[in-house]
């Protein structure tokens, strides 16, 4: 996804937050989400946010987005080893639906 | 189980070969998509489609051709396979577009 971006690795350590982060490009993008893949598995949707939101809360996750900037984040609090996974951020084209992935943050958590 | 179901789970192949793989969901979502999965560069879309009957092309569509003659199954056909396309396929659907979709679990194909 060349237009969805994201910081290939981010290491932390059990307990503590973490924060990725993503940008895009098309302003016309209507949901844009959240994705994790387990090693060997498939991708699960975490969490999703509406473009005319700014922040949606669900239990440890938050997903931040400021529009003007064309710029998402997705904060885990009390980060676990369980939570150890690719993170993909995703946006669903305006014009088309067709979902566009970034390349994926490697969450590594430490105990 | 409600769900998409990929197959096979991974296949070794000689270049110049023909190959299908196969993706059916039974939740009767009219949106369907392939992806692959290379290393540093996240999934990229390779083709999708919007309802049964209609196709489009993604990100990266040469190489590799679609179809949806109904709503539960859509196959993608590599016709005649190279190194380049040695990857781990994953195939989505959803309710209709802009909603969340669902994946399967992956083909992981390795072409020699």
């Known amino acids: 996804g060349e237009d969805v971006e994201q910081s290939l690795f981010l290491s932390v350590r059990e307990g503590d937050s973490s924060v990725i982060n993503c940008t895009y490009t098309?302003?016309?993008?209507?949901?844009l989400y959240w994705y994790k893949q387990e090693p060997g598995a498939g991708l699960q949707l975490l969490t999703y946010?509406?473009?005319?939101?700014d922040m949606k809360q669900d239990q440890r996750l938050t997903v931040l987005l400021n529009k003007k900037d064309k710029h998402l984040s997705l904060r885990i609090a009390d980060t676990q080893t369980g939570d150890s996974a690719i993170y993909f951020c995703?946006?669903?084209?305006?014009?088309?639906?067709?979902?566009?992935f970034g390349q994926g943050t490697t969450l590594q958590v430490k105990p | 189980i409600a769900g998409i179901t990929q197959a096979p789970t991974s296949q070794i192949l000689a270049a110049g070969r023909r190959m299908t793989l196969r993706c059916t969901q039974d939740?009767?979502?009219?949106?369907m998509y392939w992806y692959r999965q290379d290393l540093g560069l996240g999934l990229r879309l390779i083709h999708y489609?919007?309802?049964?009957?209609?196709?489009g092309k993604g990100e990266v569509p040469d190489g590799y051709s679609v179809s949806r003659a109904n709503t539960d199954d859509f196959p993608l056909t590599l016709a005649s396979a190279v190194p380049s396309q040695t990857s781990v396929y994953f195939c989505?659907?959803?309710?209709?577009?802009?909603?969340?979709?669902?994946f399967g679990q992956g083909t992981r194909l390795t072409v020699v």
């Open positions: 989505a659907s959803s309710e209709q577009m802009n909603t969340e979709a669902f």
């Open positions: 098309d302003s016309s993008s209507t949901y």
């Open positions: 946010i509406f473009s005319n939101m």
């Open positions: 995703a946006e669903s084209r305006g014009n088309t639906g067709k979902l566009i």
């Open positions: 939740m009767r979502h009219n949106a």
């Open positions: 489609s919007n309802t049964a009957g209609t196709t």
